[in-house]
C-alpha cells in the first residue's frame, strides 16, 4: 500500500548529471524492495535498477552499469537513482516502483511490483 512520487526529471546536455528522487508517505517502507524503470520515446518500459530493503544488494541494467548508482534512506522514506555520463539513449520517462521484500520472481521483472509512481521525464540532447 506503499505510496511513491518521483521527481529531479529535466533536459540536460550529454555528459551532464542528474539526480532523481522517489518519496515515499509510508511507515512501512523500509519492507519494501525499490526499483527503478525506464520507458524511452515509442518504447516499452525496460528494468533500470532495483535495490533491496537494507540498502544492498543492488542490481542494475547492462546499459547503466558503471553510469548510474541507486540508492536508498530509509530514514527519509526516499530512494535515488543518481544519473552520471548521461547520453541520448538516456532519454525517458523514469518510474519508481516498489514490491515486498517476501514476493518471488526476479527482480529485473516489471509484473513483480505492486506499486508505480507517475513517472518523471529525462532528456538527453546530443
Known amino acids: 500500500e506503499v505510496q511513491v512520487v518521483e521527481s529531479g526529471g529535466d533536459s540536460v546536455q550529454a555528459g551532464g548529471s542528474l539526480r532523481l528522487s522517489c518519496a515515499a508517505s509510508?511507515?512501512?517502507?523500509?519492507?519494501?524492495?525499490m526499483g527503478w524503470f525506464r520507458q524511452p520515446p515509442g518504447k516499452e518500459r525496460e528494468f533500470v535498477a532495483a535495490?533491496?530493503?537494507?540498502?544492498?544488494?543492488?542490481l542494475s541494467a547492462d546499459s547503466v552499469k558503471g553510469r548510474f548508482i541507486i540508492s536508498r534512506d530509509n530514514a527519509k522514506n526516499t530512494m535515488y537513482l543518481q544519473l552520471n555520463s548521461l547520453k541520448p539513449e538516456d532519454t525517458a520517462v523514469y518510474y519508481c516502483?516498489?514490491?515486498?521484500?517476501?514476493?518471488?520472481?526476479?527482480?529485473?521483472?516489471?509484473?513483480?511490483?505492486?506499486?508505480w509512481g507517475q513517472g518523471t521525464q529525462v532528456t538527453v540532447s546530443g
Open positions: 509510508d511507515s512501512t517502507f523500509t519492507r519494501y524492495i
Open positions: 535495490i533491496g530493503w537494507a540498502g544492498s544488494p543492488t
Open positions: 516502483a516498489s514490491r515486498l521484500s517476501t514476493r518471488l520472481g526476479t527482480w529485473r521483472s516489471e509484473g513483480t511490483y505492486d506499486y
